[in-house]
C-alpha cells in the first residue's frame, strides 16, 4: 500500500542529513534505517522531520533503532524543524534522552 | 594438572572472564554478542576452527553465526538436544568438543569446537575454562533478553501515556476547529497516530439517496477504495444534519507487517467519531445562533424603524373622538396608522399593512410614510394620491411585496369623508342607529401591479354618534393555539356590542378580547387599529 512517504539525503563529511515528507510509519521508518545503513562510516544523522506531521509508533520504534545504530559507533542522532506535535511525541517517549534537537539544519550540524 | 596450579590459572584468568562478561553485555544485538563469544572462545582455546550456530527454536534448524564453514550432516548430527547443556567431548575426531546450551529466550546456541593451533587437545584447564564461558555466555544472554524485555515494557508503557495525551489533546484540538476540512485532516491523523493504522478515510454521504458528497483520506494520495477493499479494518458510523459520516481505518502496523485491529481500536475510534460529531454539532449551533443573533438584530432594527413612525400622539379633533393602538407581534411586522393634521379642520386617517415582516418591511413602511406626507401636502385627491403612492411601492419593492392602504380624509367641520381602500380589510362605519358600512372602494394593493388600473374613491358623511373602525388583519386572524381564527365576524360583533364605549376604552376591550382568544398561542401578527367617533 502507498504510503506517501519520501526522503531525500546529503552527506556532509561523517553526518548525514535527511529530510523527510510524509507519514513516518513502518514504510517511512524502515527507509530512515535503510538510507541511514547505505552510508558506512557516518557518525552523526540530522534528521530533517519539517515536512513530516504525523509519526506512529511502529515509525518511533525505527527511530530508536537509529538511535541505537548511531550509539554503537559513538555517534547521534539530532532532529530538526519537529512540529510541536511531534516534539511532544518524542518528548513522551523518551526519545530526546538519547537524541538531540535543533530548530535548523544549520544550528544540527554546528 | 595438579589442583593447586590449575586454580592458579583460573585465578589469574578471573579477571579476563569479569572483561570478557562485561563485553558480551554491552553488545547491541545478540549477533554482536555471539561475535564476541566467538572471539573469547577462540581466544581462550588458540583455536580457530570452533564455530557458533544458532536455532531460534526448537523445531528450527540450525544456523551459522559469523562463519563461512559448510557442515555436513553429520556435523549437525553431534549437535543433539537431547542433553543440552552437556559438553560433550570427542577424541580423534574433527571437533573436540561440542555443546548445545539451551537459552533463556528458549533459543539453542551450538558450539563445535575443533583442534588447537597447537594440535594439542581439550585440558583439564581448557574444560573448566570452557564450563565457565558457558556460564559467562548464559548470564550475558539473560542479561541482555532482560535489559529487551525492559526496554520493551518502557516503550510500551511510554506508548500508552502517548495515546492517553493524545486522546486529550485530540479532543481539545477537535473542538477548536469550525472549517470543517481542517477538522477532518486533524481527526485521520490523529487516529492514524492512535491506532498505527496505515490509513484512513471518512467519507460523507447523503442518508437519503446515500450518494457520496465527500471522501477525505490520510495519506492524500490513497484512494477511498483502496482503504475500503482492504483486508484488516474498523469502522464507526454516525448520522448528523441528514449526512452519513463514516470514518474507516484500514491495515494496522506492525514491525512484521499489517494485522487486524483490536478492541482497543475500535474503542480510540468510537472516541474520535464522537469528538467529530460534537465539534460538527458545535459548529452547526454556533451558525444557528449567529444566525438567531442576525435575525434578532434585524427585527429589533425593524421594531425601531416601525416604532419612530407610529405616531406617539394623535391630534386633539374638535367634536370628534379618536384613539388608536399598535401592538406589535415578536416577530416584527410592517403596520402603520396615522392620523395627520393638514390644516383647515382636515385630517387625514390612515390604516396600512405591509405583506411580509421584518426589516423590509419596515422600511417599505418607512417609504410609504415618507411619500404620504409629501403627497398630502398637496391636497391631492385620494384617488391620485394611491396612485402616485402604489407607482412609487412598485418601483420601490421587490415582487413579493406590497401594501394594503386605507386612507380617509375628514373635513372635521362638515363631517365628510373621502375615503379610499388599496386592498385593506373594510373599514367599519357603525352609525349611531346600528347600522354597520363597510368600506371597500378603491383597488388593489399598492405595488402589486402598475397596470394604470385607477383607483375609486368614495365620500361619506359621518355624524354625531357615528364610529369609523379601521384595523389590520392582526385582529381577525388572530389564531388560538388549536389554530382558530378570532375572525371578522367576531370582531364585527364586539365592534357592534361595544358601540357605547369612547375609542380609547374600545380600543382596550377589544384587545383584551383579542388576546383572551389567543390564549397561550404566540401573537403571529402585528394588532393594529385606530377608532374615530363623532360626538
Redesign the interface.
Given at each position: 500500500m502507498s504510503t506517501e512517504f519520501n526522503l531525500i539525503s546529503e552527506l556532509h563529511d561523517k553526518t548525514l542529513v535527511i529530510k523527510t515528507e510524509g507519514y513516518i510509519n513502518n514504510a517511512g521508518g524502515e527507509k530512515i534505517v535503510q538510507e541511514l545503513e547505505k552510508h558506512t562510516g557516518v557518525n552523526k544523522l540530522v534528521l530533517n522531520l519539517e515536512k513530516s506531521k504525523v509519526v506512529n509508533s511502529i515509525g518511533i520504534s525505527h527511530l530508536i533503532e537509529v538511535i541505537e545504530k548511531l550509539n554503537q559507533v559513538n555517534g547521534k542522532l539530532v532532529f530538526t524543524n519537529l512540529d510541536p506535535t511531534i516534539e511532544k511525541t518524542f518528548t513522551i517517549m523518551g526519545l530526546f534522552q538519547f537524541a538531540g534537537k535543533a530548530d535548523s539544519i544549520e544550528s544540527a550540524l554546528k | 594438572m595438579e589442583n593447586n596450579s590449575l586454580v592458579e590459572k583460573l585465578t589469574l584468568q578471573s579477571e579476563s572472564f569479569q572483561e570478557g562478561f562485561e563485553t558480551l553485555c554491552k553488545s547491541?544485538s545478540f549477533d554482536e554478542m555471539a561475535k564476541n563469544f566467538l572471539h573469547l572462545l577462540r581466544g581462550n582455546f588458540i583455536s580457530t576452527k570452533i564455530h557458533l550456530l544458532y536455532k531460534a527454536t526448537k523445531d528450527s534448524n540450525w544456523n551459522n553465526i559469523h562463519s563461512q564453514e559448510k557442515f555436513s550432516d553429520a556435523d549437525l548430527a553431534l549437535l543433539s538436544l537431547n542433553n543440552p547443556v552437556t559438553i560433550k567431548y570427542i577424541s580423534g575426531e574433527k571437533y573436540n568438543a561440542v555443546v548445545v546450551l539451551p537459552l533463556a529466550d528458549s533459543s539453542y546456541l551450538g558450539i563445535l569446537i575443533g583442534g588447537k593451533l597447537d594440535g594439542s587437545v581439550l585440558n583439564d584447564f581448557d574444560k573448566i575454562t570452557l564450563q565457565i564461558l558457558l556460564q559467562i555466555f548464559d548470564s550475558a544472554h539473560k542479561s541482555f533478553i532482560n535489559q529487551k524485555n525492559e526496554k520493551k515494557l518502557?516503550?510500551e508503557l511510554?506508548?500508552k501515556?502517548?495515546q492517553l495525551?493524545?486522546l486529550i489533546?485530540t479532543g481539545i484540538e477537535l473542538s477548536r476547529y469550525e472549517n470543517q476540512n481542517i477538522l477532518f485532516d486533524l481527526a485521520l491523523?490523529r487516529i492514524?497516530?492512535l491506532t498505527?493504522?496505515?490509513?484512513a478515510l471518512i467519507k460523507i454521504s447523503d442518508v437519503d439517496t446515500n450518494s457520496t458528497e465527500n471522501q477525505i483520506t490520510?495519506?492524500?494520495?490513497?484512494s477511498p477504495e483502496?482503504i475500503l477493499n482492504?483486508e484488516h479494518k474498523i469502522e464507526s458510523c454516525f448520522d448528523f444534519n441528514n449526512k452519513t459520516y463514516q470514518l474507516v481505518l484500514?491495515?494496522k502496523?506492525?514491525?512484521k507487517?499489517t494485522t487486524s485491529f483490536n478492541d482497543l481500536d475500535a474503542m480510540l475510534l468510537q472516541a474520535v467519531s464522537r469528538q467529530v460529531r460534537a465539534s460538527l454539532e458545535n459548529e452547526y449551533l454556533l451558525g444557528q445562533s449567529l444566525e438567531k443573533e442576525r435575525i434578532e438584530k434585524e427585527l429589533n432594527l425593524a421594531a425601531d424603524i416601525q416604532q419612530k413612525i407610529i405616531p406617539k400622539e394623535l391630534p386633539k379633533i374638535e367634536g370628534y373622538q379618536l384613539a388608536g393602538i399598535n401592538f406589535p407581534s415578536r416577530e416584527v411586522g410592517g403596520d402603520y396608522y396615522d392620523c395627520i393634521d393638514l390644516g383647515g379642520g382636515k385630517f387625514a386617517l390612515i390604516m396600512a399593512d405591509v405583506a411580509g415582516k421584518g426589516i423590509s418591511a419596515a422600511l417599505l413602511v418607512n417609504t410609504l410614510n415618507a411619500a404620504l406626507y409629501s403627497y398630502l401636502e398637496f391636497n391631492l385627491p385620494l384617488t391620485e394620491l394611491a396612485d402616485r403612492l402604489n407607482k412609487l411601492i412598485y418601483k420601490a419593492s421587490p415582487p413579493d411585496k406590497y401594501i394594503t392602504f386605507f386612507a380617509a380624509v375628514l373635513d372635521s367641520n362638515s363631517g365628510k369623508l373621502d375615503v379610499i381602500n388599496a386592498g385593506h380589510n373594510p373599514a367599519l362605519l357603525l352609525r349611531k342607529d346600528g347600522t354597520l358600512e363597510q368600506i371597500e372602494a378603491g383597488g388593489i394593493g399598492l405595488g402589486m401591479l402598475d397596470l394604470g388600473i385607477p383607483y375609486t374613491g368614495q365620500t361619506l358623511i359621518i355624524n354625531s354618534g357615528d364610529k369609523l373602525f379601521l384595523y389590520t388583519d392582526g385582529i381577525p386572524e388572530a389564531m388560538n393555539s388549536a389554530e382558530e381564527e378570532y375572525s371578522e365576524e367576531r370582531m364585527i360583533d364586539f365592534f357592534k356590542a361595544k358601540s357605547g364605549q369612547v375609542p380609547e376604552a374600545f380600543i382596550k376591550s377589544i384587545v383584551e378580547d383579542v388576546k383572551k382568544h389567543a390564549g397561550q398561542a404566540e401573537q403571529s401578527d402585528d394588532i393594529t387599529s385606530l377608532i374615530l367617533r363623532r360626538i
Open positions: - | 547491541f518502557i516503550f511510554n506508548e501515556v502517548l495525551n493524545n489533546d491523523g492514524v497516530i498505527n493504522a496505515s490509513s490520510f495519506p492524500t494520495n490513497i483502496s482492504s484500514s491495515e502496523e506492525t514491525r507487517g
